[in-house]
């Protein structure tokens, strides 16, 4: 069964920083591409980032190009997001997706976490 687990979301001021993880489990994801998506209340889930697992090409949203960082474990089953220069309309709860296929498409992703809230303050 596959389980996505993430961590590390919380308060920060705007400026700062955080990192989030997500840890993987029940099969390898070596092969699979892993993204970030987010959602803020009443707004629809839109896509952060994501990493591919053949030649660990990265892709990110025009609005956090340049602040956030997306990577993965040596092990290839954990990825992470390092976001910098936080700002308050990045509040949201951020949700680590696996698919096989490279999308900026939530609907695409068969597999998600339960996700982790950022909240930016001003």
């Known amino acids: 069964q596959v389980q996505l687990v993430e961590s590390g979301g919380g308060l920060v001021q705007a400026g700062g920083s955080l990192r989030l993880s997500c840890a993987a489990s029940g099969r390898t994801f070596s092969g699979y591409n892993m993204a970030w998506f987010r959602q803020a209340p009443g707004k629809e889930r839109e896509f952060v980032a994501a990493i591919r697992g053949s030649l660990g090409s990265t892709y990110y949203a025009d609005s956090v190009k340049g602040r956030f960082t997306i990577s993965r474990g040596n092990a290839k089953n954990t990825v992470y997001l390092q976001m910098n220069s936080l700002k308050p309309e990045d509040t949201a709860v951020y949700y680590c997706?696996?698919?096989?296929?490279?999308?900026?498409?939530?609907?695409?992703?068969?597999?998600w976490g339960q996700g982790t809230q950022v909240t930016v303050s001003s």
């Open positions: 997706a696996v698919d096989l296929q490279y999308s900026r498409d939530p609907g695409r992703y068969d597999y």
